[in-house]
């Protein structure tokens, strides 16, 4: 088969989807010698596939619906593709040979009140209509897949769950070397809490800095704050809170952060804070777990079902459990031991596996 991955939305370096997309095509390419690959980008070609057996098509047309809708079809067509695997957008509208979707969550259309007006019509409007045109859909996890179901009137059998993993950087234990430049590159305390992922409402932030607050006002000692993520859209909140809060001194922002030294800045952590609202999957808890960072996240949600039994939960919308939690990971014996689960649990995970099952969705259309 000749595979076609869309690879377009993959210019930006700091998205769950981005992460995805561009780790399962490496994984692909290494488990795959039968199949021929053809990779589709916008912008700079990216150097993670440099060298590696796949054909690659480069758009000039930097605007996403412009590339996707007229750049993307046209080069799709050019490459005689068997099957399309959109791994982040609609796709290409026009486009009417065999093809999979990937929809990670459901995001845009349950918090599509902190989207912009152009992406609520992408959502709205333009991804509809491609996903009818689309021969098989996958997603990241079980709760997707009933959110999916309900929300887009897709029969849940209909519906592939082909779970993540983190990549093998989080993995590598580095030179303690190496966790010093990290902590000298970003200014990191010696001991600190880690908030990871993009700036943005459904995060739960904010609700994060006022219970991070009251721990404070209760132990003088509590460690700092280290936000690593890009700012997203609505993201000012987050500032503003830290300025009522007086809270100046204690937080920290590192901004977008490489795999590499993310995987660092984890080793360097107290914990990780990931009380999301909302996930697709959740990423961050196995980079976490892989790394050896004890994770705090939510109880809804995608959340449980990657963590499993190697987390503390909260409540993301109660601010006395959020609060307690935070409490909770001050304790070091309790810590270590999440950090024991966390590495049995995710070993349950794999790149591999992923792309295998990737693989037999595939298959399945050279039948239809």
Not at 113 to 124: D, L, P, V
Not at 141 to 150: H, P, T
Not at 177 to 184: D, E, F, G, S, T
Not at 319 to 343: C, H, P, Q, W
Request: glycine share 6%; proline share 5%; aromatic share 10%.
């Amino acid at each position: 088969m000749r595979i076609g991955l869309d690879l377009t939305h993959c210019y930006q370096r700091n998205g769950g989807i981005q992460r995805y997309a561009i780790q399962l095509a490496r994984a692909l390419l290494e488990i795959d010698v039968q199949n021929q690959y053809v990779l589709f980008f916008r912008g700079d070609m990216r150097e993670e596939f440099i060298g590696l057996n796949a054909e690659i098509y480069v758009s000039p047309i930097k605007h996403q619906v412009l590339c996707e809708q007229t750049w993307l079809f046209m080069a799709a067509r050019r490459a005689h593709l068997d099957v399309f695997h959109l791994t982040g957008f609609g796709g290409p509208l026009a486009y009417s040979g065999k093809s999979v979707i990937t929809i990670c969550d459901m995001n845009q259309f349950l918090y599509s009140s902190t989207m912009k007006r152009s992406q609520k019509m992408y959502w709205g409007l333009l991804f509809p209509l491609s996903l009818r045109r689309r021969d098989r859909l996958i997603t990241i996890s079980a709760n997707s897949q009933n959110d999916i179901s309900r929300l887009l009137h897709v029969p849940s059998n209909n519906i592939t769950v082909i779970p993540l993993a983190a990549s093998s950087v989080f993995f590598e234990a580095p030179p303690e070397q190496a966790l010093k430049q990290v902590a000298r590159e970003y200014a990191l305390p010696d001991h600190f809490f880690l908030a990871v992922g993009t700036l943005e409402p459904r995060k739960n932030h904010v609700r994060l800095l006022d219970a991070y607050a009251n721990v404070v006002r209760e132990h003088e000692s509590v460690p700092p704050l280290v936000f690593a993520g890009r700012p997203g859209w609505l993201y000012e909140p987050v500032r503003q809170r830290i300025i009522d809060l007086n809270l100046t001194e204690r937080v920290r922002f590192a901004g977008f952060v490489s795999d590499t030294d993310l995987s660092r800045i984890y080793r360097l952590a107290v914990a990780l804070l990931y009380p999301s609202i909302y996930e697709g999957f959740g990423l961050p808890i196995l980079e976490a777990m892989a790394s050896g960072c004890p994770v705090l996240t939510s109880n809804v949600s995608s959340m449980p079902e990657v963590a499993g039994d190697a987390a503390h939960y909260v409540d993301p919308i109660d601010l006395n459990s959020l609060t307690s939690g935070i409490r909770t990971m001050l304790d070091r014996k309790y810590r270590a031991e999440l950090v024991e689960r966390g590495f049995r649990r995710v070993r349950q995970f794999s790149w591999q596996r992923t792309a295998e099952e990737t693989l037999s969705v595939y298959k399945t259309l050279q039948h239809v």
